[in-house]
């Protein structure tokens, strides 16, 4: 659940050097959770990242046939922007991404752009999708991964490519029907447990789970999903309100997670409940 990108827009920022504190109930961060952050490049659901060379406009036209193409020059073009995980970068190359865009848009579908997906929602630009997955596979093969917020569906569908069980929850009706129609159409609903609720509460009766991907932004991330985390898991997710970082969580004990911040993103709000 992303908000539309202004596909002009770039941004980067100077890394600068880390900074650790502790992390208290003041900030409203869950009790237990010690705070690292970590400034790097700029990126946002609404910034676009850097592009590399742009497509031939005799591609763009017939991409039906080309789609393969588009894909590759997309990993590309990830591969160029420090994306280095191989699997990540193969599922990426694997999904077609215009099928989870409007036929309208199908010419923009491997531009490195959010799009809209109708209800107010976009489809992520690829290099956030393909950096939130890389953040929690990073050093580690997760078996049971959960992602919040659903969208189209393309997010999961990546992810089918890495982990062995997804689940995916979305709140709003409507994206939940058309992300089960795209995964039926890739016949991957057998390999995604699509699920029609509210993300904050997540999916405690499949918990604990290795990663959770969250694509909404909350002032705070819930510790019913903290909770779902297995020892050892990552959860990833943007956090804020008019200024958002993402955040990468791993859980080190039982009662206690470790917090590092991540690139500086542009999410819409996480909402509990659901919307028909």
């Known amino acids: 659940m ?38 790097t490049r700029i990126s946002s659901a609404t910034l676009q990242r850097p592009a590399a060379a742009p497509v031939a406009r ?80 990073e050093g580690r093969a997760p078996t049971r991964v959960l992602e919040v917020g659903a969208g189209c569906g393309y997010q999961a569908a990546v992810l089918s490519h890495i982990v062995r069980d997804v689940y995916a929850i979305e709140r709003i009706r409507g994206l939940f029907d058309l992300a089960r129609d795209h995964l039926r159409s890739l016949r991957l609903n057998t390999r995604v447990r699509l699920t029609y609720g509210d993300g904050m509460l997540g999916l405690p009766n499949s918990a604990p789970f290795d ?33 958002q970082r993402l955040v990468l969580v791993e859980r080190t004990s039982a009662t206690a997670w470790k917090r590092t911040e991540l690139e500086a993103v542009r999410f819409v709000p996480l909402r509990a409940g659901i919307q028909s």
């Open 2 to 39: 992303r908000k539309p990108v202004n596909p002009q827009a770039t941004s980067h920022a100077a890394p600068a050097p880390k900074r650790a504190s502790s992390y208290g109930s003041a900030t409203g961060a869950p009790k237990g959770v010690t705070a690292t952050n970590s400034n």
């Open 58 to 137: 005799s591609e763009e036209s017939n991409l039906g046939l080309n789609s393969g193409r588009l894909r590759a020059a997309m990993v590309q073009r990830l591969r160029a922007q420090g994306i280095s995980d191989e699997r990540v970068l193969t599922a990426m190359e694997a999904v077609p991404r215009h099928i989870f865009v409007d036929q309208a848009l199908a010419s923009r579908a491997y531009d490195d752009a959010a799009l809209p997906i109708g209800h107010s929602q976009t489809i992520s630009q690829p290099w956030v999708v393909a950096r939130m997955i890389a953040a929690v596979c």
């Open 211 to 243: 990663a959770i991907v969250v694509a909404a932004a909350g002032i705070a991330i819930p510790q019913a999903l903290l909770n779902q985390l297995a020892p050892g898991g990552r959860l990833i997710a943007p956090e804020g309100t008019s200024s």
